[in-house]
């Protein structure tokens, strides 16, 4: 074979040689359109497949017994356009970051995988609105009249259920800070009308602006006898009273503390008010307070203040739960801006008068404040003790 044909072989075989290891070297397409060699799945903390969400959409169970909001973008921030109940059934398009992307009641949205499964075996029927009575609506025992206009406290939302107690179903899930009109009241629980619907929320997610908040009235004599006590408002009116009143109550109080109510005959460990009010307090003295701080501090200043262990800790149990979930409290103890708002009026009169009265609002961030002189109260002979207080908010 002449060379110069040789050269020409070899060179064009060369070039061949070239380009066929350069196509082993690309990546191929595969049948299902994805590039051979890459990684095509990555998973976030709940286990869901987020980058290209294989498997999804599916349908998926709400398992928080409070309810699930629905936010307008990821995270716990961002705005609340709608919520779930628990159980309801969701179709999840995909899930990022933690976070499941899902329409709900026509609006598309974001809400925590966290509280979402696939498995309807994990939901209880008792709780939800389909199990037995849990989707009967119970009436209050004890009415508010007038009934009392306040909002919603809790960044999750709030399950307004058919009865008091979480083994209700659950009619709809209200948003943060909305308003509700309270229309009755049955341990621990509210009575409330929203959005055309009647239904339960928790008293600890319920607060009225600048509302006298249960103070409560302990009677201590010395031998059994007939005691009878009064409230003045200086403005509002009566939202709750027990025994039921308005604003007047005649008992028997015994040394320990025991009442019996004259009209009923029913026993009591305390006479029980609250009010709506337009009081404004005094701001320039108080504490400033760590909400993880609040319990420690509630144990330490409230026994100064003269109030006993069963006292204080009916404080700290009604309190703690609104207090201690706020990054900050500015917390005050009211002295003549509440009593002349309330004044209270006892026959006979007693030896010894105790008003403890807290307001405070939550902050975000710690400020400067006077700190007050704590006197100390000495108990003797016929002894009244009261403690209540009011959350305030800008």
């Known amino acids: ?45 709940t286990g869901a497949k987020s980058a290209d969400n294989a498997g999804y959409p599916k349908s998926m169970y709400v398992t928080s017994e409070d309810g699930l909001l629905l936010r307008k973008e990821p995270g716990t921030d961002k705005e609340e356009i709608g919520g779930m109940k628990y159980g309801d059934e ?48 119970v009436e209050p025992t004890s009415i508010v009249d007038p009934a009392e206009h306040g909002k919603t406290d809790s960044s999750d939302g709030v399950n307004m259920r058919y009865g008091p107690g979480t083994d209700y179903g659950v009619i709809e899930t209200i948003p943060d800070q ?22 339960w929320i928790k008293s600890e997610y319920f607060y009225t602006q600048g509302g006298k908040e249960k103070p409560v009235i302990y009677l201590y004599p010395e031998h059994t006898m007939d005691v009878s006590v009064r409230i003045d408002l200086a403005d509002g009116c009566f939202t709750r009273t027990i025994p039921e009143s308005t604003g007047e109550w005649a008992v028997t109080a015994d040394p320990d503390g025991t009442l019996t109510d004259k009209a009923s005959g029913k026993r ?78 006892v026959d006979p009169k007693p030896d010894s008068e105790l008003r403890v009265f807290m307001a405070f609002r939550p902050l975000d961030e710690p400020v400067s404040v006077a700190r007050p002189k704590i006197e100390p109260f000495i108990r003797k002979g016929f002894t009244v003790v009261e403690w209540g207080g009011a959350e305030v908010r800008p």
């Open 1 to 45: 074979m002449h060379k110069k044909t040789l050269k020409m072989i070899c060179l064009i075989m060369a070039v061949m040689m070239v380009l066929t290891l350069g196509a082993c070297g690309k990546k191929t397409e595969t049948a299902g359109g994805q590039k051979s060699g890459q990684t095509t799945e990555k998973t976030d903390d």
């Open 90 to 137: 969701i179709k999840v398009e995909k899930v990022e970051n933690g976070w499941a992307y899902t329409t709900v009641d026509g609006k598309s949205g974001w809400c925590s995988a966290e509280y979402l499964t696939e498995n309807k075996s994990e939901i209880k029927s008792d709780k939800t609105a389909s199990g037995n009575d849990a989707n009967r609506t």
């Open 268 to 345: 009591y460990d305390y006479i029980f008010w609250e009010s709506s009010d337009n009081t404004e307090y005094d701001w320039s003295e108080g504490y400033v307070i760590k909400g993880s701080e609040t319990e420690a501090f509630l144990r330490s200043v409230l026994p100064k203040m003269g109030l006993k262990k069963n006292e204080y800790e009916e404080f700290i149990e009604y309190w703690l739960p609104r207090m201690k979930k706020n990054k900050y409290n500015l917390i005050t103890f009211q002295t003549d801006r509440y009593t002349e708002s309330a004044k209270l009026k």
């Open 178 to 199: 909305a308003e509700v009109v309270a229309k009755g009241w049955e341990d621990g629980w509210v009575y409330i009308e929203y959005n055309g619907k009647n239904g």
